[in-house]
C-alpha cells in the first residue's frame, strides 16, 4: 500500500469531529513532505532530538505534537515553536515548559498523560495526579500553559474489553475535569485501536505505522 492509499483509507475511517495527528517518528523527512503535499498538517514525534532535525527542514506551518517522555533539560529545545505537548507526565515537567512558555512570550498547549494500561508503563500520571495537577492549574499557578486535554495509552494486545475498559476510565477523567472548564481534546487511539479509542470518545487519534507502515527500528 502506498503512503496516499494508507492515508485516504485512515482518513475515511475518521469521524469529522476527530483530528488525525500523523506520527512520523523514525520516518525520515522526505516521507513527511509527502504527506503534508497531501494536506496533512499535524505530525507527531516522540523524540525532541529527531524532532528538531526534521522541523527545521520541513514547513512552518506543520503543526508539531510531542507525543513521548520530555525531559525537563529539553524543554527549551521545543518551547518556542512546539503545537502540543501531548505527554505531560509530571508537574515537575509542566512548571518547566511555564516557564520556558514565558520566556518565548506564548502559551503552550498540553495534554495531561495518564496511564491508563493495565500492563507496567513507565510514563503518564495516576488519575489523582492529574487532577492535583488540574487544580493547581485551576488556581492559575501556570499562567503560560492551556491544558486541553489527557492523552492515553491503552494497553497492547487483543484483549478488546480491556482495550475499551482503559478507554473508558480516561473519558470518565475527561468528563469529570471538564465540569470544572470544558476540555477539549481526548487524545486516545493508535493504528492498532483507533476505532476502538473513538467509539470511547476520542476526539483525537494518534496513528503513525497505519500511515507510513511498519517501523524500522534497525535503520533509525
Ligand atoms: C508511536 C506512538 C504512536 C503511534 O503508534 P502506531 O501504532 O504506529 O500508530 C502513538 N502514540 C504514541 C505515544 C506513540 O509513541
Known amino acids: 500500500m502506498s503512503l496516499?492509499?494508507?492515508?485516504?483509507?485512515?482518513?475515511?475511517?475518521?469521524?469529522?469531529n476527530v483530528k488525525l495527528v500523523a506520527v512520523s517518528k523514525t520516518n525520515p523527512a522526505d516521507k513527511i513532505k509527502e504527506l503534508?503535499?497531501?494536506?496533512?498538517?499535524?505530525?507527531?514525534?516522540?523524540?525532541?532530538?529527531?524532532?528538531?532535525?526534521?522541523?527545521?527542514?520541513l514547513p512552518n506551518d506543520i503543526e508539531w505534537h510531542l507525543i513521548g517522555h520530555l525531559q525537563t533539560n529539553k524543554v527549551k529545545f521545543v518551547a518556542g515553536f512546539i503545537s502540543m505537548i501531548e505527554s505531560v507526565d509530571s508537574e515537575?515537567?509542566?512548571?518547566?515548559?511555564?516557564?520556558?512558555?514565558?520566556k518565548n512570550n506564548r502559551k503552550i498547549n498540553v495534554l495531561l498523560e495518564v496511564k491508563i494500561a493495565k500492563e507496567e508503563t513507565?510514563?503518564?500520571?495516576?488519575?489523582?495526579?492529574?487532577?492535583?495537577?488540574?487544580?493547581?492549574?485551576l488556581k492559575g499557578n501556570y499562567p503560560n500553559i492551556e491544558?486541553?486535554?489527557?492523552?492515553?495509552?491503552?494497553?497492547?494486545?487483543?484483549?478488546?474489553t480491556q482495550?475499551?475498559?482503559?478507554?473508558?476510565?480516561?473519558?470518565?477523567?475527561?468528563?469529570?475535569?471538564?465540569?470544572?472548564?470544558p476540555l477539549e481534546t481526548l487524545s486516545m487511539g493508535m493504528s492498532g485501536d483507533f476505532l476502538l479509542a473513538i467509539e470511547s470518545g476520542s476526539n483525537s487519534v494518534r496513528v503513525g505505522s497505519a500511515i507510513f507502515g511498519e517501523r524500522n527500528y534497525a535503520l533509525n
Request: net charge negative; charged share 30%; aromatic share 10%.
Open 147 to 160: 491544558i486541553k486535554g489527557l492523552m492515553g495509552m491503552a494497553s497492547f494486545g487483543e484483549d478488546e
Open 4 to 16: 496516499q492509499s494508507n492515508y485516504q483509507h485512515i482518513l475515511s475511517l475518521l469521524p469529522e
Open 163 to 181: 482495550i475499551r475498559e482503559e478507554f473508558g476510565v480516561l473519558k470518565q477523567l475527561f468528563n469529570e475535569l471538564s465540569e470544572q472548564i
Open 36 to 57: 503534508y503535499d497531501l494536506g496533512q498538517r499535524a505530525f507527531g514525534e516522540n523524540k525532541v532530538q529527531e524532532l528538531l532535525e526534521k522541523q527545521i527542514v
Open 92 to 102: 515537575k515537567v509542566l512548571k518547566e515548559i511555564d516557564k520556558e512558555a514565558l
Open 122 to 137: 513507565k510514563f503518564g500520571l495516576t488519575a489523582d495526579e492529574a487532577k492535583d495537577i488540574f487544580n493547581n492549574y
